[in-house]
């Protein structure tokens, strides 16, 4: 039996992102997704989709794509174009939903450059799959003030009246995130943040040290805030150099997002593989002002990906991870014993 693919129409799209259904349509989603299909279609969904709802008559290339750990990627050069095309044969469609739910939030912001989602579907016998737009990369990653600006214009921009958190659980990297909806972004971001990579650390590692420590930290945290203006922006939430490029046009473009809603800030959580200088901090806080305490918060939003690291990668990662949680005990006069 075949596959049947799931087109995101702009329609769909939009009640997920905005409508009045969006719970009942994300849940309708999901069913669909864990059900047995009942109509047959291609074995090659992709080349399908591409021929009939791209408008292709004809793909004259598919090539590989190299830079992803996760996924696979091929370029699909047609007579109408090219897309881009991401594939899994080991996880259904949930993770590529996430991202083409994400794009697609960052698009509508009219902002900063993004690939623009097209279709996530199953593919036979097993695993999904994304085809999104095909963007030509620069030679640069583009200008870092015009990056800075167009972030934060984005952040300005991307709001959201449900509280901190997405529509759907994504993925960062290939760790769950969760992204239940909360009112609070302390809380939101000790519970489904820091306090779930904590505990996953303590099941993968058997490591209770860096969990008691941690929640140290999470208990204690609030005293990093005073002052802090926190309000939910649409934040890309996986933003390193790898995910940074610009068009033929030196337009920035940020890709493979894993995003939510969630104080502005956490979006630097990633700086330490990301490369920004002066000058993109300087453009960005024209548009987002600096807020008091950011120099206090930047490794509490490091600590996150530290840990995530620490939990894909393994071991190496851990010391990094468990120096900031000391480093902000002591800051807080709290015992580290």
């Not at 010391?319 to 902000?328: F, K």
Request: proline share 5%.
């Amino acid at each position: 039996m075949g596959h049947v693919a799931l087109f995101f129409s702009p329609s769909s799209v939009a009640s997920l992102l905005h409508g009045r259904s969006t719970r009942s349509s994300v849940k309708k989603y999901r069913r669909f997704c864990s059900s047995p299909v009942m109509a047959t279609v291609s074995e090659d969904p992709i080349r399908e989709w591409i021929l009939t709802e791209g408008k292709a008559s004809e793909i004259t290339r598919i090539s590989p794509i190299g830079g992803g750990c996760i996924n696979y990627a091929n370029r699909y050069d047609t007579d109408v174009g090219s897309f881009f095309v991401k594939t899994n044969r080991e996880i259904g469609p949930s993770m590529f939903e996430g991202e083409a739910l994400g794009l697609r939030a960052m698009y509508d912001t009219k902002s900063i450059r993004v690939p623009l989602p097209y279709k996530v579907g199953l593919l036979p016998p097993s695993g999904s799959f994304i085809i999104m737009e095909f963007i030509e990369f620069g030679r640069s990653r583009g200008d870092q003030s015009v990056l800075g600006r167009k972030l934060a214009e984005m952040h300005k921009a991307g709001k959201s009246d449900k509280g901190f958190g997405f529509h759907v659980d994504n993925t960062i990297g290939s760790t769950p995130q969760i992204n239940t909806w909360k009112d609070d972004w302390i809380e939101f971001f000790a519970e489904h943040r820091l306090g779930y990579q904590l505990k996953l650390a303590r099941r993968q590692f058997d490591d209770p040290i860096i969990l008691e420590l941690g929640e140290r930290l999470i208990k204690n945290m609030h005293l990093l805030f005073k002052g802090a203006v926190l309000e939910p922006c649409l934040l890309h939430g996986d933003l390193w150099s790898g995910n940074i490029s610009s068009d033929k046009d030196g337009n920035p473009v940020i890709l493979d997002p894993a995003c939510y809603y969630g104080h502005n800030e956490a979006e630097f959580g990633m700086s330490w593989c990301a490369g920004f200088g002066g000058s993109f901090y300087n453009s960005y806080f024209e548009v987002m002002p600096k807020q008091p305490g950011f120099e206090k918060r930047r490794d509490l939003y490091m600590l996150y990906h530290y840990l995530n690291h620490y939990n894909l990668f393994g071991r190496g990662y851990r010391s990094s991870a468990l120096s900031i949680i000391e480093d902000y005990l002591r800051m807080m006069k709290v015992s580290t014993v």
